[in-house]
């Protein structure tokens, strides 16, 4: 079985632009969940949605948003870049959203310059 | 709310030794506990988790941890390291009810030859 897979693993983008990262779960996870991990950090939580609605936001801007699509993929948009915007993002899978703990995916590793 | 402190950023041992990493959380409620290891480049990877029952849990590669209400710790130990133990370490904490975990700041384990 596939894991959880995000794309890109890697992307270089310039302040002010905006940015897409997508994340498909489990086979049968109904539950995304997004993270940021700046270095030297502990993963930081964004987003969590199950069954295609959000169940949970952290505290983070409102230039970031998140969707889950009818397959349970899900998408992190974030507009408006700034350098503080670098770090690793995680997406993690869960069967009813965490309750028995996640499946991480490898991450997207952002860079904003 | 609940938060999660993890009272070393690095644990340097020998091979062969034995390790602890401390874990401590704070929360007025019921609790589940993970830990979870992260390796260069990667995502995090479930370790072991505590959600009712026994205070004592084990993984599949040695290590234990184990949960004490009383002084809200859930440290995590292993009698004997590899140096494929080297890691990251997450401890991470939920409140019954949520499900959206807060993770620790990170532990690096380092285990020299």
């Known amino acids: 079985d596939a894991g959880v897979t995000q794309s890109p693993t890697h992307l270089i983008k310039t302040r002010g632009q905006h940015v897409t990262l997508r994340c498909s779960p489990i086979?049968?996870?109904?539950?995304v969940s997004w993270y940021q991990q700046v270095l030297g950090q502990g993963p930081q939580f964004i987003f969590q949605y199950y069954e295609k609605e959000e169940r949970g936001r952290g505290n983070f801007p409102d230039r970031f948003s998140a969707r889950q699509f009818p397959n349970y993929s899900s998408e992190l948009n974030v507009n408006a870049l700034l350098l503080g915007d670098s770090a690793l993002y995680l997406c993690?899978?869960?069967?009813?959203?965490?309750?028995?703990?996640?499946?991480f995916g490898s991450g997207t590793r952002l860079t904003v310059v | 709310a609940q938060s999660v402190t993890q009272l070393d950023s690095q644990v340097p041992v020998f091979e062969e030794a034995p390790v602890e990493l401390r874990c401590n959380y704070s929360s007025s409620v019921s609790v589940y506990l993970f830990w979870y290891v992260q390796y260069p480049n990667q995502g995090l990877q479930l370790l072991l988790k505590y959600l009712s029952g026994s205070t004592l849990v084990e993984s599949i590669n040695g290590f234990e941890a184990e949960f004490n209400k009383s002084q809200t710790s859930f440290h995590l130990r292993k009698p004997s390291v590899h140096i494929s133990d080297t890691a990251e370490y997450f401890c991470a904490v939920s409140e019954g009810g949520s499900y959206i975990p807060t993770f620790g700041r990170g532990t690096s384990l380092i285990v020299h030859p």
């Open positions: 086979s049968g996870h109904k539950s």
């Open positions: 993690a899978s869960s069967l009813a959203g965490g309750y028995e703990g996640y499946t």
